[in-house]
């Protein structure tokens, strides 16, 4: 079994780091897939913290999002190297960790080496319809 359908299948609250208010955006269109597929989200971006998007408030930090099994990213490759450190100092470790496409850093190499799975250049909205189609999708 490949590691994005494990990650997607035992995933049940994902962070979206780097979330955007703007619809037009990939991390917001993401992350209405995602949850209409069901995964309960935590929206993380310092700029929108306290502000309520898609039915959920948005926080600054991987730190106020509490437990999460999977860290969904779209940030620039240049933040992953503080973006593991912060991950890496939660008192709960997500299983995965998940850069979206285009975004790869040898940084998640302390992830992975912390037990973390990680996925890189991938989209978790591709992936999961290549895995599960659309058909798991609630209208």
Known sequence: ???????????????IVGFS??????????????QAAGYDL??????????????????????????ID???????????PALVDELLALPYAPQTLWLQLGITNLATLAASEAGIAV?????????YQRHFGASRINP
Not at 23 to 31: C, N, Q, T
Not at 50 to 67: F, I, M, P, S, W
């Open 70 to 80: 999977l860290v969904d990213v779209f940030r620039n490759s240049d933040a992953i």
């Open 1 to 15: 079994m490949s590691t994005e359908k494990t990650a997607l299948e035992k995933a049940r609250r994902i962070a």
């Open 21 to 34: 208010a703007n619809p037009a955006r990939p991390s917001h269109s993401v992350a209405r897939f995602l």
């Open 119 to 127: 996925v890189e250049d991938r989209c978790t909205a591709i992936e």
């Open 42 to 67: 935590v929206l993380v971006n310092p700029g929108l913290a306290g502000q309520d998007h898609l039915g959920t408030k948005v926080v600054a930090t991987l730190a106020e999002a509490g437990r």
